[in-house]
């Protein structure tokens, strides 16, 4: 049966936080005075409106970080650090009042939520630390008296196309090595987020503003698909950057490629989760239900294919089951709440013919998978995350749906299963749980899983910044967040430099 989180709050009372929220971070009052409507899932009903840019503000917008890269890439790269620091400093003041933003736009949890603005203060100590180590190499020459280096030079303006699921930590991560590294920026926001991303962007040009960095190193665009399709095909765009569905990425990157312009996609993800014969079945349930329920599964990491070893199935999935009837549905700023509303009736209705499709084809709706609420308050959308017995992997879930969906599988043996989990178009995150060393080594080596993101013993989502995020095949190659991830903000340049007073030719080369 499910469970059902208390009454929804009217929206005048979102609509009341959201504003004391923008008004305790500073947004200028101008800007959230516009045409553009700003709808809750909570409710489905509009809390607030903001400005529109047209095509000349893309235009100024992008001119102005052009001309102010020529200043920012001369500044040195541990002073551009210090305008990540104020910025962190500044999410970590303001931490309540974006979170709040978050769960009012996108319905997250306040857990969730503030756990994404921890994500930006994380990314921004990290670049901040990066700052002073944009390290290149020194290898040794084949000819006496020189020597070979590489450096690494600012690339240019960044353009960041963000999605609603994580409205504003993907930006961060993305901006913060961006602007150590000494780019400038210009972002389109989601279409359902552009008061987050208000918030946000005030809090830069504040942190700017704060320790004297140039005017015009950011610029937000608060504009429908046009604004990213600019960005797309300007080539004063160094690097798009760009956060949603495959489809978009197989429309954008051939623009991008055509003007030699370089992309860094984060796309599709359909994650998968194997749990072995010696696995530890309290702490697997624990990982499985948070990585396809939370974010009512609307995360690009989110569990949607599960396998289990046909010898524990029976222990398994029942409580996997029951787990999930006792998940709290309802409103995110109500506390206990774990399961908030899905984005839009869009969502609602991909959910719903997907398990549809999964019945035809064999799958058996075990749980969930129901609308709620609905009576009540007919615009927004509140789902039971569903569980779904398939016989084998088929059609259907070879697809991503954005919604909370868990296919679920049986198995017989690892190096089987690997390759039937391999066996789909995306690649960006992937787990198995298992006590057995060997196993868990099979899964991480090159014959295991191809995602870019490769677990043991913990689910899909819930990656930290330390490490590199994003996937491989359709989820498009890129990497974002830790590791060496700031490559892609920079170019790369091999020196020779030669002391010698002679000159000698590589390979031994004789010329004059």
């Known amino acids: 049966m499910t469970t059902l989180a208390p009454a929804l709050p009217a929206t005048s009372e979102i609509t009341a936080e959201v504003q004391k929220s923008l008004q305790s971070i500073g947004v200028d009052p101008v800007l959230l005075n516009g045409p553009r409507e700003t709808r809750t899932p909570i409710t489905g009903e509009v809390i607030l409106s903001t400005a529109v840019h047209d095509d000349a503000d893309i235009e100024a917008a992008i001119s102005t970080a052009a001309e102010a890269f020529k200043t920012w890439r001369n500044v040195p790269a541990p002073v551009r650090g210090a305008v990540v620091k104020r910025w962190g400093q500044l999410l970590t003041e303001h931490k309540e009042d974006v979170a709040s933003l978050i769960t009012a736009e996108v319905g997250k949890i306040r857990s969730e939520a503030l756990g994404e603005v921890q994500e930006m203060i994380d990314i921004a100590d990290l670049a901040v630390g990066q700052s002073r180590q944009l390290y290149g190499k020194t290898m040794p020459s084949e000819r006496p008296g020189h020597r070979l280096a590489e450096t690494w030079h600012p690339l240019g303006v960044v353009g960041i196309i963000s999605a609603f699921n994580f409205p504003v930590a993907v930006f961060a991560w993305n901006a913060a090595l961006a602007l150590v590294a000494g ?27 704060d320790v004297g960095a140039p005017a015009g190193i950011h610029h937000l665009l608060l504009t429908d698909r046009t604004g990213g399709q ?39 993800g359909n994650n998968g989760a194997i749990v072995a014969p010696s696995a ?38 029942p409580r996997i089951v029951e787990a999930y009837r006792t998940l709290n549905i309802g409103s995110p700023t109500q506390e206990g709440t774990l399961v908030g509303p899905l984005i839009n009736a869009g969502s609602f209705k991909a959910q719903q013919d997907a398990l549809t499709q999964a019945v035809a084809e064999g799958g058996e709706i075990v749980q969930g998978g129901n609308r709620v ?33 868990l ?68 989820t498009g190659g890129g990497r974002e967040s830790g590791s060496d991830s700031w490559k892609a903000y920079m170019r790369q340049a091999t020196n020779t430099i030669n002391f010698s007073g002679q000159l000698p030719l590589a390979q031994g080369v004789e010329f004059i």
Request: hydrophobic share 45%.
């Open 183 to 209: 780019d400038t920026l210009v972002w389109k926001p989601a279409d359902a987020t552009h008061l987050s991303a208000l918030a946000v962007d005030t809090l830069l040009a504040r942190a700017v503003k």
């Open 230 to 268: 600019k960005l797309v095909e300007d080539p004063r765009i160094a690097l798009v950057s760009a956060t949603g569905s495959v489809r978009m990425g197989q429309e954008i990157a051939p623009t991008i490629a055509r003007r030699f312009g370089r992309a860094l996609l984060e796309l599709g």
């Open 280 to 317: 530890d079945l309290d702490l697997a349930l624990r990982g499985i239900v948070f990585a396809a329920a939370g974010t009512a599964g609307q995360r690009c990491t989110s569990l949607r294919r599960l396998f289990v070893h046909s010898s524990i199935a029976d222990a398994l999935i």
């Open 373 to 405: 609420l609905a009576d009540e308050h007919p615009e927004a959308f509140y789902v039971e995350p569903a569980v779904v017995r398939m016989p084998a992997q088929t059609a259907v879930v070879h697809d991503e749906t954005f919604a909370p969906i």
């Open 407 to 474: 296919y679920v599988m049986t198995y017989e043996s690892l190096e089987e299963v690997i390759e039937v989990h391999n066996a789909v178009p995306q690649g960006l995150s992937s787990a198995i749980f298992t006590q057995d060393q060997t196993e868990a080594e099979l899964f991480l080596s090159a014959s295991g899983s191809d995602c870019g993101i490769a677990n043991v013993n913990i689910g899909t989502s819930g990656a930290e910044i330390g490490g590199a995020f994003g996937g491989e095949k359709e």
